[in-house]
């Protein structure tokens, strides 16, 4: 069964760097989104993107943050500076299409900011 | 002001018993999916819900849509510890650029053997 993939699955780095989350969508699928999980809170939508453009963000996608589709097959999510309260689960996600279509997740990669 | 209210928060309950998590909203939704979610792993889609009034059967579990597609419930019928884990509802807001899920508050479950 097609799977939405992330890597890597859990990365630590240290306040300050830069860090790049690797998604593998859904190959026929057209609509990519990040989402992210504070420990214990609920799941945040953070950037879809569609035609190789973003399509909508909320109010935590500030310019510390960028999303890529490089090759047609991977998208990324960069994060420029990390901050500590960046720590959290990243989800990747991705849809055949909008309206009614649902979103398959991947695994998540844990970042860990330290 | 949450989106979607999700309750109960918790639940604990013993192999067999029956329940309901409920999910409501005061905006309506085009489509509202649940997903369940293990610790340290995404959601996983469940069901997808589109049509006000709307029930979906899924084995022990059934999933309805009020029929103002405001709100819905998932009811687990004989609840298995294999059930355990965190119930998530999600909906997609009406309009031609709305593509973002927004999640609900999430309801753990846990079922004792």
């Known amino acids: 069964e097609p799977e939405v993939t992330q890597t890597p699955s859990h990365q630590v780095t240290q306040m300050g760097q830069e860090v790049i989350l690797r998604c593998v969508p859904i190959s026929n699928h057209l609509y990519f989104y990040w989402y992210r999980q504070i420990l214990g809170q609920k799941v945040e939508f953070l950037v879809s993107?569609?035609?190789?453009?973003?399509?909508?963000k909320s109010e935590i996608f500030d310019d510390q943050f960028s999303v890529e589709r490089p090759d047609g097959s991977n998208f990324t999510l960069k994060i420029r500076s990390t901050k500590l309260e960046d720590s959290a689960m990243y989800f990747c996600?991705?849809?055949?299409?909008?309206?009614?279509?649902?979103?398959?997740f991947g695994q998540g990669t844990r970042l860990t900011v330290v | 002001t949450q989106l979607l209210e999700q309750s109960p928060q918790f639940l604990s309950i013993q192999e067999g018993e029956n329940l309901t998590v409920y999910c409501n909203s005061s905006?309506?939704?085009?489509?509202l999916q649940w997903y369940r979610q293990e610790p340290g792993e995404g959601p996983v889609l469940l069901v997808t819900v589109v049509t006000g009034g709307e029930v979906k059967k899924l084995k022990r579990l059934t999933f309805q849509f009020g029929d103002a597609r405001k709100d819905s419930s998932l009811h687990i019928t004989a609840a298995q510890p294999g059930d355990t884990g965190l119930y998530l509802c999600?909906?997609?807001?009406?309009?031609?650029?709305?593509?973002?899920?927004?999640f609900g508050t999430g309801t753990k479950l846990q079922v004792i053997p």
């Open positions: 996600a991705s849809s055949e299409d909008r309206g009614a279509s649902e979103a398959f």
């Open positions: 999600a909906g997609r807001l009406p309009g031609g650029g709305y593509q973002k899920v927004t």
């Open positions: 905006s309506v939704f085009s489509s």
């Open positions: 993107f569609y035609n190789n453009e973003i399509s909508e």
